[in-house]
């Protein structure tokens, strides 16, 4: 009540005839000021009203002690959002530069993780990772820098220093005739012949090498059907660098697409492995792609494998390459080839 006082509110308590202010006055008139909004409640049992007339800057100022909260409130949010923002900005552009210096720095460092034939019971061939050994941050997970540098597009540059590094660990170990190395692509590696360049040079720098080159493009990311990237793809084809389709099952892969990229490899996704043996459903799809990829004769691999029982389920099924953390987990590529040796 004092509140609306202040503001400009008359408050009057009426008895019969007589008004009662706020003020402590008397007056046997009707408030007669410019009134905006009125409110009269009046006694069931007692002859008595009390009335409120209000005016603007009263309006005003009750919409303001009431909503006073949810502006405070919406201030805060904007300045923290606004915060956020900015770190995030920051953050962005920080990791750019510590990836175009870890990458000067050889702070990319190339893994490998086994494949497994599972007829011959022996490795292969593997797929080659990479781990961010940082200088102050210590090992930094995939996740946490993969995404951010298909954005940037310095995965061009992070998957060029891989193929060398490879490259040297190949020409210094004892390698099995018929290993092949399998690298993850993206669809920014298909905008121009970059990849086909650092292909030739990685089959030329290791030619005294019985190995082969393959390429592991994700079908949850599609590469666009034009002239330059079915250019791209018939020229590695010709160069006899094999294309693999991973996590397939997940995306949205059609026959035209897999003929298009001259697709010779299904990897098939975890997802599905992992129901081996628990889901119905997923033994279905499982058993479909199997059969595609024997009657467009391309080569299955099962991914994520971690079971005895979902190793012996797709052998049956005549998946021949299979790997996961069954037959090891990734490590450097040197350690990996110097372990194939015992």
Request: glycine fraction near 8%; charge should be negative.
């Amino acid at each position: 009540m004092q509140q609306l006082t202040e503001s400009g509110s008359v408050i009057q308590f009426t008895i019969g005839n007589v008004n009662l202010h706020s003020d402590g006055s008397l007056s046997w008139e009707s408030y007669s000021g410019k009134t905006v909004a009125f409110q009269k409640v009046s006694s069931d049992r007692y002859p008595f009203d009390l009335s409120v007339n209000l005016n603007n800057s009263s309006i005003l100022g009750a919409w303001f002690m009431y909503q006073k909260m949810h502006i405070v409130l919406m201030a805060l949010l904007f300045v923290v959002l606004s915060g956020v923002v900015l770190f995030q900005g920051r953050k962005s552009f920080s990791l750019d530069d510590d990836i175009k210096l870890g990458i000067k720095g050889n702070e990319f460092i190339a893994y490998g993780q086994r494949i497994v034939d599972l007829d011959k019971n022996s490795v292969s061939g593997m797929e080659i990772l990479v781990r961010w050994i940082h200088p102050t941050e210590g090992i930094i997970r995939p996740d946490l820098f993969i995404p951010h540098a298909e954005r940037s597009g310095m995965i061009i540059p992070m998957t060029r220093s891989l193929f060398v590094q490879v490259a040297n660990h190949i020409n210094s170990s004892s390698v099995p005739d018929g290993f092949y190395f399998s690298f993850n692509i993206t669809a920014k590696h298909c905008t121009d012949m970059g990849l086909y360049d650092d292909c030739m040079t990685f089959l030329e720098s290791t030619k005294d090498k019985n190995i082969s080159l393959v390429l592991e493009l994700t079908e949850r990311e599609m590469v666009p059907q034009n002239e330059q990237t079915l250019r791209l793809f018939k020229m590695l084809n010709d160069a006899g660098v094999m294309i693999a389709i991973d996590d397939f099952g997940t995306g949205h892969s059609s026959l035209s697409y897999l003929h298009n990229q001259h697709i010779t490899v299904l990897k098939l996704d975890q997802s599905f492995v992992a129901k081996i043996n628990t889901d119905a459903v997923s033994g279905i799809l499982i058993d479909s792609i199997i059969e595609l990829a024997h009657n467009l004769s391309l080569k299955i691999i099962a991914e994520g494998i971690e079971t005895k029982g979902q190793s012996i389920y797709l052998k049956r099924k005549g998946v021949k390459f299979a790997q996961g953390y069954l037959y090891g987990k990734p490590q450097p590529v040197d350690e990996l080839l110097s372990s194939l040796r015992k």
